[in-house]
């Protein structure tokens, strides 16, 4: 296992960007596929961006395609999600996680993820 730190949350205004890291400790990270997943109030957790371990393949839930964007830098042990276009529905703790690469596969299932950071706070007002 990896551990995880993310950290960019924070209040913006509906249409403004934010830029969540998460950083992971190791020297394996490359070898691990991450997702970004997210919690509102009342909600159980949602899927929201994966990255194959290469880097080369991604996948978005339909409510953040488009404006979202997962990256990741394997030399800084370092996975992002870039924001743009906020809505008051984006309010949630986004939370990243990492599991051991099913091959050149992204992962999608919260439950396959065997990893998870201590979430960070992002609030987006009308």
């Not at 992971?24 to 961006?49: D, H, I, L, N």
């Not at 395609?65 to 870039?82: C, E, H, M, P, V």
């Amino acid at each position: 296992q990896v551990q995880l730190v993310e950290s960019g949350g924070g209040l913006v205004q509906a249409g403004g960007s934010l830029r969540l890291s998460c950083s992971a400790s190791g020297r394996t990270f490359s070898s691990y596929a991450m997702g970004w997943f997210r919690q509102a109030p009342g909600k159980e957790r949602e899927f929201v961006a994966a990255i194959n371990w290469k880097g080369d393949s991604t996948h978005y839930s339909h409510s953040v395609s488009g404006r979202f964007t997962i990256s990741r830098d394997n030399g800084k042990n370092t996975a992002y999600l870039q924001m743009t276009s906020l809505q008051p529905e984006d309010t949630a703790v986004y939370y990243c996680a990492a599991t051991r690469s099913f091959g050149e596969a992204v992962v999608l299932t919260a439950a396959l993820y065997d990893s998870w950071g201590q979430g960070t706070q992002v609030t987006v007002s009308s």
